[in-house]
């Protein structure tokens, strides 16, 4: 009998030690499982930080080869220790391009996206024709289809009609023989027929002058304003044209020809003659003088430009003769500016003079005379000075209140937006 107790008692002890080695073995095995997937875990979470820097490394390397004009392809493999990227880069779309880097570090994949964009500079036109400290002169039903704001005297000897308002800043200044469809400011109106409200100012004068509604009076002198475009940003668009490069002497297209050019630095003078068409691709900056005639034209580059405008930058003077094309991309609220720094105030030769039949464009001169002659009908005009030759048009365009400017694929970029999309 107490052998038998013995017997049990043993394999009692022998169940219980093999039971809780069961146990312990067990406990081992999962804490192992549990150790080896936490392992696995961590590896593929930092294999997947590793694929996330991979593909920004992809990113910064082709905003540098883009930046500093290297030499690329398109897809590009980029390799990076035990990783690699692939960066694939979108044709150039309404001055933007969709860049993806693709990451792969041992399988794991993380791709980022960013959008790359020509930088723009918004220029608000508020109105048909912005006129600094020269005065406007309107010939015999010269006409101005939108808002006028004058710095000096706005005068039609015969008469002149503005559609919409009219406002002419400073003491001693005047509306003069001008037949305006709504409100009127000004210092002093003379000979004149308003729509709307007329507002003068105390120590001004009415004479000969009627309106719609009320004859208003205000102590205050009517404030001046500068004109859209200051200097820097003339500065900023030469700089963006001689990043493009330079063309020595003269440009000249002769015949029906159609060349692309931009961003570019013109040294001597531009011409376009006999149906020869220059498309824009961007800033071009022209030094000398600028001549358009015979159906020649200038385009902006659709591809280039999208729905963004461009600048036709002039330190001499720019004649445009009868029949010439003048656009901007083809796309909506795409203008073609047509921008000249020359003083010149001569009505022979002005700063730009603009003559029969010419659609479409923006005329700007910060310091000279721009001149529009015989049945011109134009988008906007801004100058220093201005003359309307009679029957000449300005039908004001709405958009361009705010109106995006960019250099082109050769100006200064920037990002748009820089995400993760995988």
């Given at each position: 009998m107490l052998s038998l107790k013995?017997?049990?008692?043993?394999?009692?002890?022998?169940?219980?030690?093999?039971?809780?080695?069961?146990?312990?073995?067990?406990?081992?095995?999962?804490?192992?499982?549990?150790?080896?997937?936490?392992?696995?875990?961590?590896?593929n979470i930092v294999k997947s930080s590793q694929a996330y820097y991979v593909a920004e490394a992809g990113i910064e390397d082709i905003l540098l080869r883009l930046t500093n004009v290297m030499n690329w392809s398109n897809p590009y493999t980029l390799d990076l220790g035990d990783g690699f990227t692939t960066i694939e880069i979108s044709d150039f779309i309404g001055g933007s391009r969709v860049i993806t880097s693709e990451g792969?570090?041992?399988?794991?994949i993380r791709k980022i996206q960013v959008v790359h964009q020509v930088s723009t500079q918004e220029i608000s036109f508020y109105y048909g024709a912005q006129i600094g400290d020269g005065g406007m002169e309107m010939g015999n039903n010269a006409r101005v289809k939108g808002n006028v704001f004058s710095n000096s005297s706005v005068i039609a000897p015969v008469r002149g009609f503005v559609d919409d308002s009219i406002q002419v800043a400073k003491s001693g200044n005047r509306i003069d023989g001008l037949i305006v469809g709504k409100d009127t400011w000004s210092h002093t109106c003379k000979d004149s027929s308003v729509g709307g409200t007329l507002t003068y100012v105390s120590g001004g004068s009415l004479v000969n002058c009627t309106a719609g509604g009320e004859i208003r009076e205000q102590p205050n002198e009517i404030e001046p304003r500068d004109l859209p475009i200051l200097q820097s940003v003339i500065d900023n668009w030469k700089v963006d044209a001689e990043g493009g490069g330079e063309v020595v002497g003269d440009y000249i297209l002769d015949g029906k020809v159609t060349e692309y050019l931009g961003p570019q630095k013109i040294t001597g003078n531009l011409t376009l003659d006999n149906k020869a068409i220059l498309i824009m691709t961007g800033t071009i900056w022209v030094v000398g003088d600028v001549l358009i005639r015979n159906e020649a034209g200038i385009k902006l580059d659709?591809?280039?430009y999208g729905g963004m405008s461009g600048v036709l930058l002039v330190d001499g003077k720019i004649k445009i003769r009868p029949g010439v094309i003048l656009e901007g991309s083809g796309q909506e609220g795409s203008y073609l500016l047509l921008l000249s720094?020359?003083?010149?105030?001569?009505?022979?030769?002005?700063?730009?003079?603009?003559?029969?039949?010419?659609?479409?464009?923006?005329?700007?001169?910060?310091?000279?005379?721009?001149v529009i002659r015989n049945n011109?009908?134009?988008?906007?005009?801004?100058?220093?000075?201005?003359?309307?030759?009679?029957?000449?048009?300005?039908?004001?365009?709405?958009?361009?209140?705010?109106?995006?400017?960019?250099?082109?694929?050769?100006?200064?970029?920037?990002?748009?937006?820089w995400k993760e999309i995988e």
């Open positions: 013995n017997n049990q008692r043993g394999f009692a002890a022998f169940f219980i030690t093999i039971l809780v080695l069961a146990i312990m073995f067990g406990i081992a095995i999962s804490l192992a499982v549990l150790t080896l997937g936490q392992q696995r875990i961590s590896g792969n570090m041992k399988n794991r659709p591809v280039s720094t020359s003083p010149s105030l001569d009505k022979l030769a002005p700063a730009i003079e603009v003559d029969n039949t010419t659609a479409g464009g923006i005329f700007y001169t910060n310091q000279g005379l721009i011109v009908v134009t988008r906007e005009v801004t100058g220093y000075q201005v003359y309307l030759e009679e029957n000449a048009i300005i039908d004001y365009e709405t958009g361009l209140e705010d109106t995006c400017f960019t250099s082109g694929p050769g100006g200064s970029w920037e990002l748009a937006s």
